[in-house]
């Protein structure tokens, strides 16, 4: 007799467990640690916003006669070529040099060598990728590349720092075939 009350008692508390389980609520997605999507929206609109108010500011103050893409990218080309024209799957010769708006030099061709990519392959920033499609060989060209369009949020974890607007020098030494 109990052996058979010791078999009821396990037998009930596993209909007990089974039946418990299957009351509880669905699990619920975890929701997004920063809010809605239109509160990301908001923000990233925000600093996309500060960042033009900046970049405005700072053309203003070098007396610099800039154009600005829909994307943000602010361009000024100083100097014409007569070359090629840059465009998608063709490689992209260039003499550069990246600077924060403080000034700060962060890399130089003079020191790294000419930067060679292939156009449209995305191995570039953003910004100078489609700054580049608007050149043709022998062109000058100062970019300023705002955070989206440059390193974004991390920077390049070497000595662009994080969020940086920055300033492209270019010249276009060669538009040519893969």
């Known amino acids: 007799?109990?052996?058979?009350?010791?078999?009821?008692?396990?037998f009930l508390f596993l209909l007990f467990f089974i039946f418990s389980c299957k009351n509880q609520p669905e699990e619920q997605k975890p929701e997004n640690p920063f809010g809605e999507k239109e509160t990301l929206m908001k923000v990233n609109k925000?600093?996309?916003?500060k960042d033009a108010e900046i970049i405005e500011s700072y053309v203003k103050r070098r007396n610099w006669q800039m154009e600005v893409t829909e994307s943000g990218l602010w361009y000024m080309i100083y100097e014409k070529g007569h070359g090629?024209?840059?465009t998608?799957?063709?490689v992209a010769t260039i003499e550069y040099s990246i600077t924060l708006l403080d000034g700060t030099v962060c890399y130089d061709s003079g020191n790294s060598g000419p930067k060679r990519f292939t156009i449209g392959r995305g191995r570039v920033?953003?910004?100078?990728?489609e700054g580049i499609l608007m050149l043709r060989t022998g062109d000058r060209a100062r970019f300023i590349l705002p955070p989206h369009l440059a390193y974004g949020l991390l920077g390049?974890?070497?000595k662009i720092l994080p969020r940086s607007t920055i300033v492209y020098e270019v010249k276009v030494i060669e538009i040519s075939d893969l």
Do not use: R, S
């Open 125 to 129: 920033e953003a910004g100078l990728e």
């Open 1 to 10: 007799m109990i052996q058979l009350n010791h078999t009821v008692l396990v």
């Open 88 to 90: 998608i799957g063709k």
């Open 46 to 49: 925000y600093f996309v916003e």
């Open 156 to 158: 390049d974890e070497e």
């Open 84 to 86: 090629p024209k840059a």
